[in-house]
């Protein structure tokens, strides 16, 4: 199995809500079950189908959480330097079209999210600015249409 590059702030996060989840809602979701199981008749019962269906949600996300902290490969940024971008990068792009500027951090699958500036290692943007650096122009391929970035600077740490 391949390993998945992870930031140590993506690790941890992950690490936290495994915690969460083993040490909170594992038995308040079990509590759930054995109140809603007082009630009588489970083939009716909607409170026990409920919680019976959370535990499988939580229980899935658990093992899946699991899989990706035993595969993780943390990588540590602050190790990491120069100027071609990379795993980890932060990267402000300035889109040709608009002339509006965006930051994006390079980071693994789980841990991504466009909203917070963190941008997927496997994304159509992250593969097209990987390898680059500071001056480059990038064509991105989009659901909406190709776009055209230029690299204003490149970081880590």
Do not use: C, W
């Not at 083993?22 to 199981?37: D, G, L, M, V």
């Not at 939580?58 to 093992?63: D, F, K, L, M, T």
């Amino acid at each position: 199995m391949d390993k998945i590059p992870m930031t140590p702030n993506g690790h941890a996060a992950l690490e936290e809500e495994l915690k969460r989840r083993q040490s909170e809602e594992r038995p308040r979701i079990i509590a759930a079950i054995a109140e809603a199981r007082s009630h009588g008749d489970l083939s009716e019962n909607a409170e026990y189908h409920a919680a019976k269906e959370a535990q499988s949600h939580n229980e899935g996300r658990i093992a899946e959480l699991e899989g990706m902290l035993a595969l993780a490969e943390v990588i540590d940024l602050t190790k990491l330097k120069g100027d071609t971008i990379t795993f980890g990068a932060t990267v402000k792009l300035v889109d040709e079209d608009t002339d509006e500027e965006r930051t994006y951090q390079i980071v693994g699958d789980a841990e991504a999210d466009v909203k917070s500036g963190k941008v997927s290692i496997s994304s159509p943007i992250a593969r097209a600015l990987v390898g680059k650096k500071t001056g480059d122009q990038v064509e991105v391929s989009t659901p909406g249409g190709g776009k055209s970035y230029e690299i204003l600077d490149v970081r880590f740490g």
